[in-house]
């Protein structure tokens, strides 16, 4: 299983961005997923998480009301819509296969296959 994250950027403060993660194989819609980011300097934070039917989602309290995790299983793309950004909010954003159907724990235990991650950098 491969993971490709693309859609970083820099946008300023207040600004919008669409990150995707597309993954190979043919068992995407059967695993949750899930992002997390690493800001310059600090540890791994988890995001959010989506179930595999993408009926469940869960999002850390610093991004609640702001992004958006939301998957395509026919396409075995997840997304993370995130609407206004704050500096932040700069980081380097992954994304990550979870073993199951869905937890919303940011446990990376509970990740089996990780992006390389894509860059977002928000301006003040």
């Known amino acids: 299983v491969q993971l490709q994250a693309s859609g970083g950027g820099l946008v300023q403060a207040g600004g919008s961005l669409r990150l995707s993660c597309a993954a190979s194989?043919?068992?995407?819609?059967?695993?949750?997923m899930g992002w997390f980011r690493r800001a310059p300097g600090k540890e791994r934070e988890f995001v959010g998480a989506?179930?595999?039917?993408?009926?469940?989602?869960y999002y850390t309290d610093s991004v609640k009301g702001r992004f958006t995790i939301s998957r395509d299983n026919a396409k075995n793309t997840v997304y993370l819509q995130m609407s206004s950004l704050k500096p932040e909010d700069t980081a380097l954003y992954y994304c990550?296969?979870?073993?199951?159907?869905?937890?919303?724990?940011?446990?990376?235990?509970?990740?089996?296959?990780w992006g390389q991650g894509t860059l977002v950098t928000v301006s003040s």
């Open positions: 989506i179930s595999a039917s993408g009926g469940a989602t």
């Open positions: 194989g043919r068992t995407f819609s059967v695993y949750g």
């Open positions: 990550a296969r979870q073993k199951t159907g869905y937890s919303g724990s940011g446990n990376v235990g509970l990740y089996d296959y």
